[in-house]
């Protein structure tokens, strides 16, 4: 089992090489600033979504826009896209259209969030680094179409392409998750505090995905530490 855990790890660690595997306390480092690099998350959602809730930990020094989560399908590019226009925010876009959370801008750190939607109402919840901002609005009755292309670290501008390389990740991502349901505050905080969580469609756990240009993963540096 350890040899075929090295070897998942080795092949993780080199550009192109699809995977799957537990990537618990480990990282995805995004090693040029601007950059085409981007993992493909290998899933897909059984059926279209009246609601989800995606989460993700990320770590940067950018001061300029980048993209963490793309989820395009071929009628609409930004179908579901987490993207930071600047340090004090942060735009969900469901279906082509956005809301804007605003976070206080603080020291160089580790950020957590999870944002989720639901088509009945079109709410949409943020949570930062494991507390909720105000609720807000977004394509009340839209349906997301299931088949579609999952990346981080670009944003789509196409199915599968058209990237911006100025909108490009530069950093370290972790614990990336989507469901299809909103979870509840318990879970919320849980995703936070990286205890268990329910079946997802994309687990960080049993994550398959392959990396495309120059990535690599890698253990966190605060388990590294002992932190």
């Known amino acids: ?9 080795l092949l993780a660690g080199l550009s192109g090489i699809v995977a799957q595997e537990d990537l618990y306390r480990k990282v995805f480092v995004f090693r040029k600033d601007p ?15 009246q609601n989800f809730t995606v989460c993700l930990r990320s770590y940067t020094d950018l001061t300029r826009p980048y993209s963490l989560f793309s989820y395009a399908t071929k009628a609409q590019d930004n179908e579901i896209l987490l993207f930071k226009p600047k340090p ?6 469901v279906g082509g259209k956005f809301v ?6 603080g020291r160089w750190d580790w950020e957590h969030v999870c944002a989720s939607w639901e088509s009945a109402t079109g709410l949409t919840e943020f949570w930062f680094n494991g507390k909720p901002w105000p609720r807000k609005g977004l394509q009340k009755g839209y349906t997301v179409s299931a088949e579609a292309v999952i990346l981080l670290g670009q944003e789509q501008d196409a199915y599968g392409g058209g990237f911006d390389l100025y909108n490009s990740f530069t950093g370290e991502l972790a614990d990336v998750y989507l469901w299809d349901v909103g979870l509840s505050p318990d879970k ?4 936070y505090q990286s205890l268990r969580l ?3 469609i994309l687990t ?17 540096l605060r388990e590294a530490l002992g932190l």
């Open 35 to 49: 950059s085409d690099a981007y993992v493909l998350l290998k899933a897909q959602a059984e059926q279209p979504l």
């Open 100 to 105: 804007t959370f605003r976070i206080p801008e």
């Open 188 to 191: 919320m905080r849980a995703a």
């Open 198 to 200: 329910p079946p997802a």
């Open 1 to 9: 089992m350890r040899k075929l855990h090295f070897w998942l790890t």
């Open 204 to 220: 960080w756990k049993s994550l398959s995905y392959e990396t495309k240009g120059d990535v690599v993963v890698k253990p966190r």
């Open 88 to 93: 004090s925010e942060y735009r969900l876009y």
